[in-house]
């Protein structure tokens, strides 16, 4: 009865019947360790060893590097670096914008056109253009006038620290004079007439006003030969009608350097002479507040 009483126990009574766990010497037989279980308490520490392990793991997954090496996680720097990146690509993408802006405004300068504040983009011939509506807050469009208003003639600004060190003052700047003659053209706005024409004769040697790097020098249908110089504290300085020109785009000159023949090139001239401009932060300025001649 007693054997049929003991076997008929519950498996869950069973889970706290103690055992005994020995670790003995194989060759002795001596008792080294020994542990008091119940198959509660292995069971027990196996879920809680189970448990303490994948906390590990996750862990280690979620913030350390090695996560990086399973299939379907990507590196947590990445949304920061394409962000940079786009930043990046952006600025670029305006710079070489403004860029061609300030190459075409030269152009227009050397050619007597009008100075353009935009280039008209390349379109898309699968676009429909005109059914596209942006509109603007009243705010962001004072802001952008403001803007334009301030910044329309800027062409370039230059931001070294050569010739000036980097203080520069219009008083303390010594321009050389370009060709000796006589101003027969003065300097005039209202007409247009961005520069000062001196006569003089068919082969003088024109010189630089300035130091400064050549920015173009090259033949035109209305003012002929043609060589614009670009100098520091945002000046420009630009001669037309030459017979011939001794520098090329890019290279740099020296103030007082020849830099072309004086000549009657250009269906704009009627005689010897050379045309001067001087601009300066992308404003046409009277070269005779500048210069002695």
Do not use: C
């Not at 198959?39 to 303490?52: A, D, E, G, T």
């Not at 008209?120 to 699968?126: I, K």
């Not at 072309?260 to 401009?277: I, K, N, W």
């Amino acid at each position: 009865m007693a054997r049929k009483k003991k076997s008929d126990r519950k498996w869950y009574s069973k889970l706290r019947d103690k055992y005994r766990l020995v670790i003995m010497n194989n060759e002795t037989y001596e008792e080294r360790l020994s542990f008091r279980l119940s198959r509660l308490n292995v069971f027990l520490l196996i879920i809680s060893m189970s448990i303490i392990l994948i906390t590990l793991t996750i862990f280690i997954i979620a913030f350390t590097p090695i996560r990086e090496y399973i299939p379907g996680y990507l590196d947590v720097n990445i949304p920061g670096k394409l962000y940079r990146l786009e930043q990046r690509a952006d600025s670029l993408e305006r710079s070489l914008h403004a860029k061609d802006i300030y190459l075409q405004n030269i152009r227009n300068i050397i050619e007597g056109r009008e100075i353009v504040d935009s280039i008209e983009p390349v379109r898309d011939a699968n676009i429909d253009y005109d059914s596209i509506t942006i509109e603007s807050s009243p705010e962001d469009s004072m802001l952008r006038a403001e803007y334009d208003a301030r910044t329309k003639y800027n062409l370039f600004i230059y931001e070294s620290e050569d010739l000036y060190d980097g203080a520069l003052h219009l008083s303390d700047i010594v321009f050389f004079t370009p060709v000796e003659g006589i101003i027969i053209n003065k300097f005039n706005l209202a007409e247009k007439h961005y520069g000062i024409d001196i006569a003089t004769s068919k082969e003088s040697i024109i010189k630089s006003v300035l130091d400064g790097t050549v920015i173009f020098s090259d033949w035109t249908t209305e003012t002929g030969y043609t060589i614009a110089i670009q100098h520091s504290g945002n000046f420009i300085s630009i001669y037309k009608h030459n017979s011939m020109l001794f520098e090329s785009t890019g290279s740099f000159v020296k103030a007082g350097e020849p830099i072309a023949v004086s000549g009657d090139s250009g269906d704009l001239s009627s005689g010897p002479h050379l045309h001067f401009e001087l601009w300066h932060n992308g404003t046409p300025a009277d070269p005779e507040e500048y210069i002695t001649f």
